[in-house]
């Protein structure tokens, strides 16, 4: 079983539509919780990092940490066809190095 | 403020040749990690450096890749006797200190093995 489970998709949506991305985690020592968005053949940009259970929100993104269940989610809102990517999910434990990643959800939005 | 810089962006190597790939961080971060992507694939973390130091290299294949951060310069990382398995993109982050769960990535390097 991997560390982190994440539905590699691709996920296609209508533009302006809410997306809602996921990932599942086994180890429960993670602690810090990450979303990164990766462009084709771009580096991975961080969008978002928490660190504690319940909803963090960014302008359109939401990220949401629920620690009993070990899952995370990412919502965007008003979702833009500049919104295409992968958006990988990431999470590392306290005091560790090591950040592990999700495979990454493909996203289409379209216009 | 410049962020992290990676080169080169495209390396083609011959099997049985060496690869080095370049990193450097964003200015004010003494934190590097390195990471490997294949097609298709999430990142695999490699290694992680402080200045002059290995902290973590678990995820770093025992023989022909070795890393380091030397006090003055790049991070580099190093891949002798490049074998076809070995192409993908690398990709190196940055944190500031304190802070080694907000990391920044570079470009990446697209190591390609002929």
């Known amino acids: 079983q991997k560390e982190v489970e994440q539905d590699p998709g691709p996920l296609s949506v209508p533009e302006g539509a809410i997306v809602s991305l996921n990932c599942t985690y086994s180890?429960?020592?993670?602690?810090?919780f990450m979303w990164y968005r990766q462009y084709s053949r771009k580096g991975p940009e961080l969008l978002m990092y928490?660190?504690?259970?319940g909803n963090k929100e960014d302008g359109r993104f939401t990220a949401q940490v629920d620690k009993s269940s070990k899952y995370i989610s990412l919502f965007i809102r008003d979702s833009q066809p500049s919104d295409s990517a992968t958006y990988l999910c990431?999470?590392?434990?306290?005091?560790?190095?090591?950040?592990?990643f999700g495979a990454g959800t493909r996203l289409f939005v379209k216009a | 403020n410049a962020g992290v810089m990676q080169n080169p962006r495209h390396l083609v190597r011959r099997r049985g040749q060496e690869a080095r790939l370049r990193c450097s961080p964003m200015?004010?971060?003494?934190?590097v990690y390195w990471y490997r992507q294949l097609p298709e694939e999430g990142l695999k973390f490699m290694v992680y450096?402080?200045?002059?130091?290995?902290?973590?290299e678990s995820g770093m294949p025992k023989e022909r890749f070795s890393a380091e951060f030397p006090k003055e310069g790049p991070s580099i990382l190093r891949i002798q006797q490049v074998v076809r398995g070995d192409s993908a993109a690398y990709f190196c982050?940055?944190?500031?200190?304190?802070?080694?769960?907000?990391?920044?990535f570079g470009p990446g390097t697209r190591l390609t093995v002929t």
């Open positions: 928490t660190y504690s259970s």
């Open positions: 180890n429960s020592a993670f602690q810090y």
């Open positions: 982050a940055s944190s500031p200190l304190g802070e080694r769960d907000e990391q920044y």
């Open positions: 450096l402080q200045k002059e130091n290995i902290i973590d």
């Open positions: 990431a999470m590392s434990f306290p005091g560790g190095f090591k950040t592990i």
């Open positions: 200015k004010g971060h003494s934190h």
